[in-house]
């Protein structure tokens, strides 16, 4: 008898303990239960959106991709469909975009952590990069149009996406690379100077390389944002489906027009109709999409361990 | 060499200055001919009749704002909950393998999003509905809202853990189990944070142009939830193709272009506004 009531009393608390609920009224034991569950549900939701996303557009996209679809022209002729043509121009316009805005960004970023004194000028400077990285891709589609189709002359062009793309990326790489030039140590810096050396040498030697994996961070999230772009590279940049004159003779480097991947897909979807080869051009764009993403996870990891 | 960075800085302001100076300069022809209220409140958007076309814009901006809260009232709760099961109540495993997940859904273009809406939704939506075609705004609804919930869930996220653990453990020593210290403690001191998040969910929203102009229709309705509709940004997008340099059509388009601009400013002005807040 002893024994047992010595037993309960010992083991009660350690059972409230464990449940946590015995001292709650029933509406707080709901309300707790309640709102975990929906917690759950919420991220079950979300995770399964994404796998049913990725599942359905793998099983209706795998089956149409080939090598021929991958490593070929359209051809009329022979009736069939390829998107080499858009890998390229996808390629292109990753080259040609990072190309302009990665000196601008980065020389930006210097700008404000190495040599701004104006408190004022580096506050304007950074509004106005939040304000680009606000404004839609419609809107620059709509001013690069403007800007270099019209007033330049370029016509639909890849080089005028790229510029416009350029507009719309600037603001990433500043960001990026400001980040990781703030994680560079004051002290590399007085060393450098305390030996005497200018600073732009400095910069050039001792505080870009100490900062280089954030520049590459910014640089694939760039490249991330400008393969999943496709209003500006659309209106823009054009759609047209046969090999680009760029690759053809690179003196046509002004003029060439064609579509990416994306643009490929929306041409695909909704001017044609043709839904088996957009889910395979789904399948390459959500590999790219997928490798972009594990190579910025990788560069971010190298930052953080600085 | 100073001068040289410096004008790469000044680069980001000129960009800004060049958008707004070509958005107003060539936003505002068409507006001064058609006249300010009746490009913003007519009602008929009829670009394409020759003898009498019609040049009111008042569909659109409705549109957009309803297409807008629609998806904000879907995207928020589920983004907010996944967030706070992501900060507070997920196994540290489970966090981490459920996090690169919400990165990848980020990551994927929004034709995609469009393209699945396309074949998935459109059909659901004509069957359920008993519609003729299922090119509706609330297809266009649940298109964004999916597309605003990554960003809603990693801003808030960032948020809630920045919540000091301190306010955490006094409620939790205080009696409170751990969702009533979640909901009702770690939740409102991360208020501006999640604010931000539901601005920036408006942004991206209201600013989405390629996905929804596959889902939603493109007729120039007033909005309702099973009516095919048009959106300010679509508006611009779908007749950007084919209008003619110079024509009135053409010049309107800028003008939409521009109340487009004017609203992301607003609400660009409000999330900086928040984010000070909270820095504070």
């Given at each position: 008898m002893e024994g047992t009531t010595v037993l309960t009393a010992q083991t009660a608390p350690a059972a409230e303990r464990r449940t946590g609920a015995s001292a709650l009224s029933r509406g707080r034991r709901l309300y707790d239960t309640g709102l975990r569950s929906l917690l759950w549900l919420s991220a079950g939701l979300t995770c399964a959106l994404l796998l049913a996303l990725i599942g359905y557009i793998l099983w209706r996209g795998v089956p149409q991709l080939s090598w021929e679809f991958l490593s070929t022209a359209e051809s009329v002729r022979r009736g069939t469909l390829g998107i080499l043509p858009a890998l390229a121009n996808t390629l292109y316009v990753v080259v040609v975009t990072l190309a302009i805005a990665l000196p601008l960004g980065v020389g930006a970023a210097v700008y404000l952590t190495e040599?701004?004194?104006?408190?004022?000028?580096?506050?304007?400077?950074?509004?106005?990069?939040?304000?680009?990285?606000?404004?839609?891709?419609?809107?620059?589609?709509?001013?690069?149009?403007?800007?270099?189709?019209?007033?330049?002359?370029?016509?639909?062009?890849?080089?005028?996406?790229?510029?416009?793309?350029?507009?719309?990326?600037?603001?990433?790489?500043?960001?990026?690379?400001?980040?990781?030039?703030?994680?560079?140590?004051?002290?590399?810096?007085?060393?450098?100077?305390?030996?005497?050396?200018?600073?732009?040498?400095?910069?050039?030697?001792?505080?870009?390389?100490?900062?280089?994996?954030?520049?590459?961070?910014?640089?694939?999230?760039?490249v991330g944002r400008i393969v999943g772009e496709s209003a500006v590279l659309l209106y823009v940049g054009g759609m047209g489906g046969s090999m680009n004159h760029f690759f053809a003779s690179p003196d046509k480097f002004i003029h060439s027009s064609g579509a990416t991947l994306t643009v490929q897909l929306y041409v695909f979807a909704k001017e044609r109709a043709m839904m088996d080869p957009a889910f395979a051009v789904a399948v390459v764009l959500l590999v790219l999409t997928f490798g972009i993403n594990l190579a910025a996870k990788a560069a971010g990891k190298r930052l953080r361990q600085k | 060499m100073q001068l040289l960075f410096f004008l790469c800085g000044f680069v980001a302001v000129a960009f800004v200055l060049v958008i707004t100076g070509y958005l107003v300069l060539s936003g505002l022809p068409a507006i001064r001919q058609v006249g300010l209220f009746r490009f913003l409140l007519g009602t008929t958007w009829d670009s394409a009749n020759q003898t009498n076309p019609q040049y009111g814009i008042l569909p659109f901006i409705l549109t957009s704002i309803y297409g807008t809260a629609g998806a904000i009232l879907i995207g928020v709760p589920v983004g907010f909950m996944t967030a706070m099961f992501l900060a507070k109540a997920a196994p540290p495993r489970l966090a981490a393998l459920v996090r690169p997940a919400v990165d990848l859904l980020a990551g994927i273009p929004s034709v995609v999003y469009g393209m699945v809406g396309m074949v998935v939704l459109l059909p659901a939506i004509r069957n359920l509905f008993h519609l003729p075609a299922g090119d509706t705004l609330l297809a266009a609804i649940l298109v964004l809202a999916v597309m605003i919930l990554p960003s809603i869930i990693s801003v808030s996220e960032t948020a809630l853990r920045a919540v000091p653990r301190e306010y955490e453990e006094a409620s939790l020593a205080l009696g409170a189990t751990e969702m009533e210290t979640y909901f009702r403690v770690t939740a409102p001191a991360a208020k501006s944070g999640i604010t931000a998040a539901v601005v920036l969910g408006v942004g991206r929203a209201i600013g989405e142009a390629m996905a929804i102009m596959m889902v939603a229709g493109n007729a120039a309705n007033l909005p309702g939830l099973l009516k095919s509709v048009k959106f300010l940004t679509t508006a611009v997008a779908s007749e950007m193709s084919y209008a003619a340099d110079g024509s009135l059509q053409k010049m309107a388009l800028f003008s939409i272009g521009l109340v487009l601009f004017l609203f992301i400013m607003m609400i660009n002005v409000l999330l900086n506004w928040v984010l000070k807040r909270e820095k504070e």
């Open positions: 040599y701004a004194e104006h408190h004022r000028l580096v506050e304007g400077i950074e509004f106005a990069s939040e304000t680009l990285s606000g404004i839609p891709s419609i809107l620059y589609a709509l001013v690069g149009y403007l800007a270099f189709c019209k007033t330049l002359g370029l016509g639909y062009s890849l080089l005028a996406a790229s510029m416009t793309l350029a507009m719309m990326n600037l603001p990433t790489i500043i960001r990026t690379t400001q980040e990781s030039l703030k994680t560079v140590p004051q002290s590399y810096r007085e060393g450098a100077l305390g030996l005497g050396s200018g600073k732009w040498h400095m910069i050039r030697t001792v505080v870009l390389p100490g900062s280089i994996d954030g520049i590459v961070t910014g640089c694939i999230l760039a | -």
